[in-house]
């Protein structure tokens, strides 16, 4: 049985009492997921930590090494509960299983945070171990129907979970409002905020950790007078299956056009096969043990779904590989290369051993697949980095990068195409391997796109004419303190720039022409450097021995101080780069 009614047999029950015997349900099972999985626990309580520290201002990391830690608590999660499953479904005792977990949280949590550092694509490790989490109790063992069953019961077991603890949480909200309307209480934003964080970063998840099935041999009861099974065969049968048996027409009349003109894919045709493959697959996964009850379409596409995706898969691969052989991988062409290799397999043992290409097989292979691409130099970042270097190398003078500067001597195409190579080469964070190009390849706290403008600028690769720096003025502060009056909030070191954007935590900002645009958290503001400012950051030569001066700039009912450390001016005396301090009041921008 995989939850209440899911059988229709049972009679009809009040709303009050469905209602108690699923929260009562949803506890027991929690209790129930916390001698099973305390590892995975642990993470979900300090996931639901962090945030709610981040959300107080008391976890000082910035927006990206927050978002770097939650998701890598949440493969680390992954990873232990798809471990434990492993061993669980064995017959292996509780100690065992908490060593797996703690060996497998800790691993796949390090290879997501240090992520692109350790040459891991941290997206496709994390895509594969949500998928592995059903499939790990069913590696060697068990068959197609029975993996249906126990992944739908996640599937139903995760939804129940969040959809109570969404009812509990509103009811919260609305309790807590309507006391603070009638007794003209400040019950603070803040509270509230708090209330949800933690309903959906510890309560839900633990909720959904305790629906985890516990036996790995049920099956679903298949006959048309189960309701469930009925209402997903008409939807599969008279919505899903005609709608994809249509679009796989359209597509093999595309295809039979450009054999009879000879006219190549046009650009389109990636995501649109992209699109027909994975519906096209999903619906096969769906439909697994009702292929027999959803009607003729659903017949149909059961005995020749594999020979729809041939052509699709060929005219793919054919764009595939136009744009690899011309342009080399990136991340995008690397994805679109393995979902053809994905689609291939899957296809050619359908039609080779149709027995074999159940569900499980069809989820397996991406999975699979995903999590080699993740790391190793089979992997993404691997061949990405070698693809693009060796490119760029190409196109770049063997003296690039020096005091001659013949990089640019390069026509516009040129440097396009080196841009457009460095880039892809920043996605992966493989710029090192191009590091003889550039006189500061790895300065630490750089981000790699910051990286990558400098080495653009370094080898003139402008679009337009080579940035020309005619005088740098660095102010040194006098004094160990700062004064702060006025101010609440204080963002160190930025560096502005007319090239591209810096952030710090919430601050982010960018130099257009003699505007400072200045975004802090979700509030924007256009701040005008008048001549006086120029005056200020010009008037001193070289390294200058006076205090740094602070620059008050006003707009939109908003003002900032600027502490400056560094001024870069262009040859036309333009400023192009402002690197300092900012001061600002947290009331004035909505934090």
């Not at 492993?86 to 100690?95: A, D, I, K, Q």
């Not at 040459?119 to 998928?131: E, K, M, R, S, T």
Request: hydrophobic letters at 50%; one cysteine or more; proline letters at 5%.
């Amino acid at each position: 049985m995989i939850g209440p009614n899911v059988d229709g047999i049972e009679p009809p029950m009040r709303p009050m009492r469905r209602l108690k015997r699923v929260l009562g349900s949803l506890v027991m099972r929690t209790g129930t997921g916390v001698s099973r999985f305390p590892i995975v626990i642990l993470l979900i309580a300090l996931a639901s930590l962090a945030a709610n520290l981040e959300m107080a201002d008391g976890l000082d990391l910035g927006d990206t090494s927050f978002l770097r830690l939650e998701a890598a608590l949440f493969a680390g999660a992954l990873g232990a509960i798809a471990g434990a499953l492993v061993f669980e479904v064995r017959g292996y005792g509780l100690v065992i299983r908490y060593i797996v977990q703690t060996a497998a949280a800790g691993l796949f949590s390090l290879a997501v945070w240090f992520g692109l550092e350790w040459a891991i694509y941290p997206p496709a490790l994390i895509f594969g171990l949500v998928f592995a989490v059903p499939l790990a109790p069913f590696v060697g063992r068990g068959d197609a129907d029975v993996f249906w069953t126990f992944s739908l019961s996640i599937i139903v077991g995760i939804l129940l979970a969040f959809t109570a603890v969404l009812v509990f949480v509103l009811g919260l909200l609305a309790i807590i409002e309507m006391v603070a309307f009638l007794f003209d209480v400040d019950a603070g934003s803040g509270l509230q905020r708090h209330i949800l964080t933690t309903g959906f970063t510890l309560i839900g998840p633990l909720f959904a950790l305790g629906r985890i099935p516990a036996r790995f041999d049920e099956r679903i009861r298949v006959d048309e007078g189960h309701q469930f099974v009925r209402s997903v065969a008409l939807l599969a049968g008279w919505v899903s299956a005609p709608l994809i048996l249509v679009s796989g027409i359209v597509l093999h009349l595309y295809g039979l056009k450009i054999l009879g003109t000879g006219d190549v894919p046009r650009g389109e045709i990636g995501w649109i096969v992209s699109v027909f493959v994975v519906l096209t697959l999903s619906l096969r996964v769906v439909c697994e043990p009702i292929r027999t009850l959803g009607g003729k379409a659903l017949a149909l596409f059961d005995r020749i779904w594999p020979y729809t995706l041939v052509l699709p898969l060929a005219l793919l691969a054919y764009a595939a590989w136009l744009r690899i052989e011309s342009e080399g991988f990136t991340i995008e062409r690397y994805y679109l290369a393995l979902l053809v290799l994905t689609g291939t397999i899957i296809a050619g043992m359908a039609i080779a051993v149709p027995r074999r290409a159940g569900a499980r097989f069809i989820v397996g292979v991406p999975v699979g697949l995903a999590i080699l691409s993740s790391f190793g130099p089979q992997g993404v970042v691997d061949t990405v980095g070698r693809s693009q270097s060796i490119r760029l190398e190409a196109i770049l003078p063997s003296d690039a990068g020096d005091e001659t500067d013949n990089a640019g001597e390069l026509d516009p195409a040129q440097k396009a195409e080196a841009r457009s190579r460095i880039y892809a080469l920043a996605q992966v964070d493989q710029l090192d391997r191009v590091s003889r190009f550039a006189d500061d390849p790895a300065s630490p706290g750089r981000s790699a796109y910051d990286r990558a403008n400098a080495l653009i600028d370094r080898l003139s690769l402008r679009a337009g004419p080579a940035r020309s720096v005619d005088r740098t003025v660095v102010f040194e502060r006098q004094g160990d303190s700062l004064d702060i009056a006025g101010y609440d909030r204080l963002a160190m070191s930025l560096v502005f720039s007319t090239f591209s954007d810096t952030s710090a935590g919430l601050v982010t900002g960018r130099l257009q022409g003699t505007v400072l645009v200045l975004r802090i958290g979700t509030q924007e503001a256009r701040f005008v450097l008048d001549p006086e400012v120029f005056d200020a950051l010009g008037s001193y030569p070289g390294k200058a021995s006076a205090a740094r001066p602070s620059i008050i700039l006003r707009a939109s009912g908003r003002t900032i101080g600027i502490v400056p450390s560094k001024a870069i001016f262009d040859g036309t005396g333009r400023l192009i780069e402002l690197s300092g301090d900012v001061l600002f009041r947290n009331a004035e921008w909505g934090q």
